[in-house]
């Protein structure tokens, strides 16, 4: 039976990592993997979890499952802080997922159950595992553009050009904030607008909310979901704790999936608990009760909050003192982009040549498309980067 397989391409991030390893120069700098890290390159247990883990220690007694859908708990407090009180809860259905990845996953088992032949539309450029698991599940889907590789900067008009050829019944996948991998960001005004036309075609919104908190606050970066969710009758959205919580490997996602009214809901929540049991039955609990435990004690919340609020301050520093280099070096402003892109990443525009060449002659690693992480870096390295991008003339 295994000899019919077939070998799969390599993820190009996993590849990027193992090249990172195994290069034995002491000097060298990884802006590939999407984690963010501290000054001295640590990716950090927030001190709110740490909390969190000693209490859930003494108290917890039983490790038996929760439900299919999760704790309700986690649901109802990840979802406020998500959606605050923009949307009714009665209309809200909710599972926990093995983190983002798996929300998406989910989502899109839901959107084939309910509509197999809608097609789902992405921003050019997005994030890969996207169509990469749009494509495994044999989904139709289409690009919209998004990024102009001029300015750095989202290309609006293009953007609705695009969505204009979405049919009714469509998904129109959209990145709640932090564009990955870009960092350029919808205004507040575009958002009303994608949502005037999402409303106008009858089209699907599938928000992917991944760093909530590290753009422009936790309530800032939740805007332009809020207003989505307060404006159409039916949303799916994707949610990730891995960022904002610190905890990647503890696979704490949830999918949101709301109905245009209450008396919709318990079939809505039936069939994301039905997809739950197919694909891995009880979801994980761990991350998922930590999370839970900090947004509903008010201490645990503050400190979390303001753990939080040091990370996002941190990368906006880094970004600042990356342009205003790179604005010294080249006594232009054609890097200014980088300050004001928000999250972990930026696009940079490099050529793929020119990405090679700073790995080989430099050993910075981004990946191929010149998508950098921008805390992968501190105070000392952001120089090292500047006179990297400048010898291989980017």
Not at 74 to 95: C, K, M, P, Q, W
Not at 170 to 198: F, I, R, S, Y
Not at 275 to 298: C, K, W
Not at 317 to 335: H, K, P, V, W, Y
Request: charged residues 25%; neutral net charge.
């Amino acid at each position: 039976m295994f000899d019919a397989l077939k070998p799969q391409p390599a993820d190009k991030i996993l590849a990027l990592i193992q090249a990172f390893k195994e290069d034995p120069r002491r000097d060298k700098i990884d802006l590939g993997v999407g984690v963010y890290k501290d000054a001295t390159g640590l990716t950090p247990v927030m001190r709110a979890i740490k909390a969190a883990e000693k209490r859930l220690w003494e108290v917890e007694d039983s490790k038996t499952y929760t439900t299919l859908a999760g704790d309700p708990a986690y649901a109802a407090a990840l979802s406020g802080l998500i959606l605050g009180d923009t949307v009714e809860t009665g209309r809200i259905a909710a599972i926990a997922t093995p983190g983002g990845t798996g929300a998406i996953r989910q989502a899109l088992e839901l959107i084939r159950l309910a509509r197999p032949g809608a097609k789902i539309w992405l921003s050019n450029p997005t994030w890969p595992n996207h169509p990469s698991i749009i494509r495994f599940l044999g989904i139709e889907m289409a690009e919209y553009r998004y990024f102009d590789a001029a300015t750095r900067g989202v290309d609006f008009d293009a953007m609705l050009a695009d969505l204009e050829a979405v049919a009714e019944g469509d998904v129109v996948l959209l990145h709640g904030c932090c564009h990955n991998p870009t960092g350029a960001n919808l205004t507040l005004a575009q958002w009303g607008a994608v949502a005037d036309l999402l409303i106008r075609k009858n089209a699907l919104p599938f928000i992917d909310i991944a760093y909530q908190g590290f753009g422009d606050g936790l309530e800032a970066d939740a805007a332009g979901t809020r207003l989505i969710a307060a404006r159409l009758p039916e949303v799916l959205i994707a949610a990730s704790c891995s960022k904002n919580f610190g905890i990647y490997r503890e696979r704490a996602g949830l999918l949101l999936a709301i109905a245009s009214g209450a008396a919709k809901q318990p079939v809505l929540q039936g069939n994301l608990a039905f997809l739950n049991r197919q694909n891995y039955s009880f979801p994980p609990d761990h991350g998922a009760r930590l999370v839970t435990m900090i947004l509903t004690d008010e201490a645990l919340r503050a400190d979390w909050q303001a753990e939080l609020e040091e990370v996002r301050l941190s990368m906006l520093g880094l970004r600042r003192q990356l342009a205003d280099e790179l604005r010294r070096l080249t006594n232009s402003d054609r890097f200014d982009f980088i300050a004001h892109h928000r999250g972990m990443f930026s696009r940079l525009g490099a050529s793929p040549e020119q990405v090679e060449a700073m790995r080989r002659d430099h050993g910075i690693y981004m990946v191929g498309d010149s998508r950098l992480n921008i805390a992968g870096l501190n105070a000392a390295t952001v120089p090292v980067l500047a006179r990297a991008i400048v010898a291989t003339g980017v």
